[in-house]
């Protein structure tokens, strides 16, 4: 075993983590129960505290599973930019002891028709601007009911420089297998008893397609559990005080995991932006005093380039992390003269479902992906997690049938 890089181990953190065996839902049921009143998610001003997400949560999850009729182990399309209805859509499927397929909301008709019969998933929640390239392939293969949904609708006072599409209105449906998402709220029909467990299939995420037809990641509860959690710790800890922006899509590992996962787990703040723009950034970080940001290089370097960025206060970030390419070394300067932070940088993948190496916090290197993070924890037995993409007919056999996915187990102990 390689321990070249247990010098450089982040003081008081141990080297493996046992994960919960629970569901991801249950974090949220956990922190709705300890944090009801809490701010959960902050969406341009229109706040939803932890009970309230539960309650849209749950109410769709039963909506889900007596309207639409979904069972355990099914497949749920979900094709949204980020917004609360993205979130609540996530742990309602997660809720109906079903699997969430998200995907980009840039796939036009014949990458999503890909998605859906690969995946198979017999029902879709989307946003209405998506609906045009998704309505068409209800006429044929699995898909057999879309919920859509509006943005508007979650949307609070602050909408000064918002996209037209973020501030449309609800457009009526009048097909009867597409169901508006406050008619499918309003419904209140409980769900059934939650029976998933760290087991249990819960994502399947597809790679970028770079050689073929995108390739479903298959990842169980306890995976999603595991990188959500050492994500948080790695990052300096898990605490309900952080707020943290929300700047990366939710569709992709990073913002899903990093952002959304791990702040609900904690029960923290999470402030919303729908599509990066570097001045909302600004204004939402010097309104809410945003702690944390996990953002790619890009970001930062359009953010630190703006030349309204003297409008706002930026001294409440404690952390700021991130990963997708190197940062370049005058914008890392930058960022530390303006701030005093060191831009944290770290290596993750779909296959690994986020973060797989980062730097620690006590050496922050420059344009290095950093050292191994956390390992699991089983039994007398540490285990490092790697994926690849070859063929295993043993979790095909758990019924997917046409992806391509394969788990390395390393022992590092």
């Not at 009526?172 to 769900?191: E, F, M, S, Y």
């Not at 595991?226 to 990073?254: E, K, Q, R």
């Amino acid at each position: 075993m390689n321990t070249a890089h247990f010098p450089h181990w982040p003081a008081g953190l141990p080297l493996t983590l046992t994960p919960p065996q629970t569901s991801v839902y249950a974090n949220l049921a956990i922190s709705a129960l300890r944090y009801p009143d809490k701010s959960a998610l902050d969406f341009y001003g229109q706040r939803m505290s932890f009970g309230q997400l539960q309650a849209e949560v749950d109410a769709l999850a039963g909506y889900l599973q007596q309207s639409c009729g979904v069972q355990r182990g099914d497949r749920v399309l979900l094709q949204m930019q980020n917004c609360p209805q993205f979130v609540i859509a996530f742990y309602a499927i997660l809720r109906a002891d079903a699997v969430i397929v998200p995907v980009n909301p840039m796939l036009l008709r014949d990458e999503l028709r890909h998605a859906v019969e690969d995946s198979g998933a017999t029902v879709a929640l989307c946003a209405q601007e998506l609906l045009p390239e998704l309505t068409p392939l209800l006429q044929t293969g699995s898909l057999g009911r879309i919920i859509v949904s509006c943005y508007a609708d979650y949307l609070g006072e602050q909408r000064e420089g918002l996209p037209d599409w973020l501030l449309a209105s609800r457009a009526d449906q009048v097909d009867a297998r597409i169901t508006c998402w406050r008619d499918a709220l309003g419904a209140k029909q409980a769900p059934s008893s939650h029976l998933a467990g760290s087991d249990d299939l819960a994502c399947l995420l597809y790679t970028s397609g770079t050689t073929g037809h995108p390739k479903a990641c298959m990842h169980q509860h306890r995976s999603l559990m595991f990188n959500a959690i050492s994500g948080a710790l790695w990052a300096g800890g898990a605490s309900a005080d952080h707020v943290t922006l929300l700047s990366l899509p939710l569709f992709h590992v990073t913002g899903m995991q990093i952002s959304m996962n791990a702040s609900i787990y904690t029960g923290a703040t999470l402030i919303m932006m729908a599509r990066w723009d570097r001045d909302q950034a600004g204004r939402l970080i010097t309104q809410h005093k945003v702690s944390s940001w996990t953002c790619i290089p890009t970001m930062m370097i359009d953010f630190l380039s703006n030349p309204r960025l003297s409008d706002y206060d930026i001294r409440s970030l404690r952390r700021v992390s991130g990963g997708g390419a190197a940062m370049p070394a005058a914008i890392a300067q930058k960022l530390l003269d303006l701030t005093g932070l060191r831009y944290m940088e770290g290596y993750g993948l779909t296959e690994t479902i986020a973060t797989s190496h980062s730097n620690p916090l006590q050496r922050l290197k420059q344009q290095c992906l950093g050292i191994p993070i956390l390992s699991k924890r089983h039994g007398s037995h540490s285990y490092s997690w790697m994926a690849s993409h070859s063929f295993v007919p043993e979790i095909l056999a758990t019924g997917m049938r046409k992806a391509s996915f394969s788990l390395l187990i390393v022992s590092s102990g």
